[in-house]
């Protein structure tokens, strides 16, 4: 007697309500608008469409998908080596911030350039300023000790119109003075 597979959940109840990743990936609509994510798509264990995770190449291209996607960033790299993090789970930061935020400012979630975020250690991904830029139109200064790491983060906003304006990249070469 075979046992049946286990099928994975559709909904992933332990992200924030707002995230825009709470279901199953729709990698057709991912791969309608970033074509070079098609090669890395596979079907997994439950016949389901997924990438390999443990797949550097794979995850990068994922986000950028995402990232065309949901927040309309046009252009989005990293240099080899970087981290390449997981855009649900800061989503999911960005998201709870917000909540923050919105219990001192009678349950509505404050938006626009007013509210002036410090994101310190932006690293060259950038992804907490595009998010919460892109949601909720807040400011951020993305700070980092690395040049290498500022100045992809940079090119990022530079080459994105949506986000610029919205979000400054600065190096710290002081490791010390990360707060100024």
Same mark, same amino acid.
């Given at each position: 007697m075979s046992k049946k597979k286990k099928q994975p959940k559709t909904v992933k109840p332990t992200l924030h309500p707002r995230n825009k990743y709470k279901g199953r990936y729709d990698f057709a609509q991912l791969i309608a608008s970033c074509p070079e994510l098609q090669p890395f798509v596979e079907l997994n264990k439950f016949d389901k469409e997924s990438i390999d995770f443990f797949n550097p190449e794979a995850v990068k291209m994922l986000n950028k998908a995402l990232l065309l996607n949901?927040?309309?960033?046009?252009?989005?790299?990293?240099?080899?080596?970087?981290? $390449?993090?997981?855009?649900?789970?800061?989503?999911?930061?960005?998201?709870?911030?917000?909540?923050?935020?919105?219990?001192?400012?009678?349950?509505?979630?404050?938006?626009?350039?007013?509210?002036? $975020?410090?994101?310190?250690?932006?690293?060259?991904? $950038?992804?907490?300023?595009?998010i919460g830029h892109t949601e909720y139109g807040w400011s951020f200064i993305g700070s980092d000790i690395d040049e290498k790491a500022t100045k992809s983060a940079q090119s990022i906003v530079e080459l994105n119109p949506s986000l610029k304006g919205g979000i400054n990249i600065e190096l710290q070469e002081n490791k010390k003075d990360f707060f100024y």
């Open positions: 949901q927040y309309n960033v046009q252009f989005w790299d990293i240099p080899e080596g970087y981290l $390449c993090p997981p855009i649900p789970g800061r989503a999911d930061y960005i998201h709870h911030l917000a909540d923050l935020l919105s219990a001192k400012n009678f349950g509505r979630i404050p938006e626009g350039k007013s509210v002036r $975020c410090l994101d310190i250690g932006v690293g060259a991904n $950038c992804i907490y300023p595009i």
